[in-house]
Antibody, heavy 117, light 110 residues
Framework: QVQLQESGPGLVKPSETLSLTCTVS????????WSWIRQPPGKGLQWIAF???????SYNPSLKSRVTISADTSKNQVSLKLSAVSAADTAIYYC???????????WGQGTLVTVSS | QSVLTQPPSASGTPGQRVTISCSGT????????VSWYQHLPGTAPKLLIY???QRPSGVPDRFSGSKSGTSASLAISGLQSDDEADYYC???????????FGTGTKVTVL
């Protein structure tokens, strides 16, 4: 079955750019919308951005100036870049799939990113 | 900054029924379908309910969803210890062109 696996550096320095990858296995990233969602320690879920395989994108207005999301159909991967990170960006980052129906039917296990010098 | 408000906590004893509310406005819940997710720390969130009241295959019928006006609810009947988790409502918002999650509710089984 389709599985999502997030990967990236566990530790990022303040003011640097965080880069994460979601690898989709067991299926294609085509015909779906792929999101990044995060959960800071002790807080709730926050949607960050989504991208379709055709490149259509949308961003959370509160993060839009610092976020770039992209999809690589050749690698079956979805990537996230978050610039100028601070301690407030410390969180577990999840990728999720929406097959165009307005909800996430599939999630990855998440990857913890800590922003610290 | 979530605009979908949930109670921070809910609790019940095994076998009881627990209901979690998700309160919004006419521009979100009032006009968009709601989904619900169960999240245990350190694991992938799990879809419980979509389109207000539909259960994906594999989700027990102890979980049920409803919506009325600008509020949605998730009910857990026959509460079990495995149900102890965080629960989030969410919706796709056309005006935002994105998703909004509720503030989350921690369910404790006493």
């Amino acid at each position: 079955q389709v599985q999502l696996q997030e990967s990236g550096p566990g530790l990022v320095k303040p003011s640097e750019t965080l880069s994460l990858t979601c690898t989709v296995s067991g299926g294609s990233i085509s015909s779906a919308y792929w999101s990044w969602i995060r959960q800071p320690p002790g807080k709730g879920l926050q949607w960050i951005a989504f991208v379709s395989s055709s490149g259509f994108r949308s961003y959370n207005p509160s993060l839009k100036s610092r976020v770039t999301i992209s999809a690589d159909t050749s690698k079956n991967q979805v990537s996230l870049k978050l610039s100028a990170v601070s301690a407030a960006d410390t969180a577990i980052y999840y990728c999720g799939r929406d097959e165009g129906l307005g909800y996430f039917d599939l999630w990855g296990q998440g990857t913890l990113v800590t922003v610290s010098s | 900054q979530s605009v979908l408000t949930q109670p921070p906590s809910a609790s019940g004893t095994p076998g009881q029924r627990v209901t979690i509310s998700c309160s919004g406005t006419t521009s979100n819940i009032g006009s968009d379908p709601v989904s619900w997710y169960q999240h245990l720390p350190g694991t992938a969130p799990k879809l419980l309910i979509y389109n207000n009241d539909q259960r994906p295959s594999g989700v027990p019928d102890r979980f049920s969803g409803s919506k009325s006006g600008t509020s949605a609810s998730l009910a857990i009947s026959g509460l079990q210890s495995d149900d102890e988790a965080d629960y989030y409502c969410a919706e796709w918002n056309d005006s935002l062109n994105g998703y909004v999650f509720g503030t989350g509710t921690k369910v404790t089984v006493l």
